[in-house]
């Protein structure tokens, strides 16, 4: 077939274990027997230079059984850390009302003012008002009695009554003035409103959720017919419903916290695991987990991007010489975000594309080898 010449850019993903060493990168001269097994695809080889493999990152590696652990696929949901969370309440009770620009989402810092209440209109009276009024009134009859008292004129037993009576006054009054307002205690996002705006609130009542987003909660949802898998799971890696990377929880400082037999969602074991975040996560977004427990040896993995589906089945590419590939037929087992493990179709003799698979594949829908250029089987 003519070698073609293809202009594109693609993006590799590198995984732990997957990628290629010096030697296998796909570049140097590696001649191997072209005869098939039986479970290789009967097609066409598939044309591709040196050059044009190089220009569009074309690498291959040799099949090489590694470490691989055990993995469960499972959805859950990023949450804000409970320790990296504080609460703010209403300071009395009353109508409140959000200080301009408050909704979720917004940064906030220690201090800010985000809402104030008022008793104003409410049967009862606004409770501000009222003890403005009783401050008011015991502090002039306590002026009018204090130099009455230095002359002697009323007795010391009523002079500290009326003082008793001004000083609770004026407690209650700088309390109620100081509490009309609520302000922030952390820095940090609001991340929930609790109440509506012009909504009555009792005295302590929370109000809004105030989260740094320092450290996150992961909450992943495990069947329960995967219970015996528990003790195992050590750590886990997500995509979110956002991006299309994979992200490593051990490379954010992860840990496992505990894990719940009760649940919300009847036929779920919750897993909660922390980690640091990097400002690649969305608190509250949904995400896919990966559960990974224990270890096995001696599995053929390839980067998931080393596969391609075609029909409801799989296909990886083998390098036969410097310029020919081959597609061939595997069958995949579990996979952990980043790598599929590979559980048939390669031998430890085959050297496979493990990063680029989409340019071959592109390489094998525009036609034959050309002229001269032939193996035989």
Known sequence: MKI???????????????????????????????????????????????????RFGVYSQMVKPQNFSEVIKVSGQVLSAPDDQSIVIAPSSGILTFASGVVEGKKVAIGNTIASVSARGISGGDANEASRIAYESAKAEYERVKPLHDDGIISTKDYNAIKQVYEQAKAAHTGNVSGSTTSVVSNGVITKLLVKQGEYVSVGQPIAVISGNTRLTLRADMPEKYYNFLPLISTANIRPAYSENVISLSNLNGKLVSSSATSSQPGYIPVYFTFDNDGSVIPGTFVEVYLIGSTRKNVVLLPIDAVTEQQGKYYVYVKLDDECYEKRLVTLGSTDGQCYEIKSGLTRKDEVVSHGAIIVKLAEASGAIPAGHSHSH
């Open 4 to 54: 073609i010449n293809i202009v594109l850019c693609v993006g590799t993903l590198l995984c732990a274990g997957c990628a290629p060493s010096a030697q296998d990168d796909g570049l140097g001269h590696h001649h191997h027997d072209h005869g098939h097994a039986d479970s290789h695809v009967n097609s066409e080889e598939i044309e591709l230079s040196v050059d044009e493999a190089m």
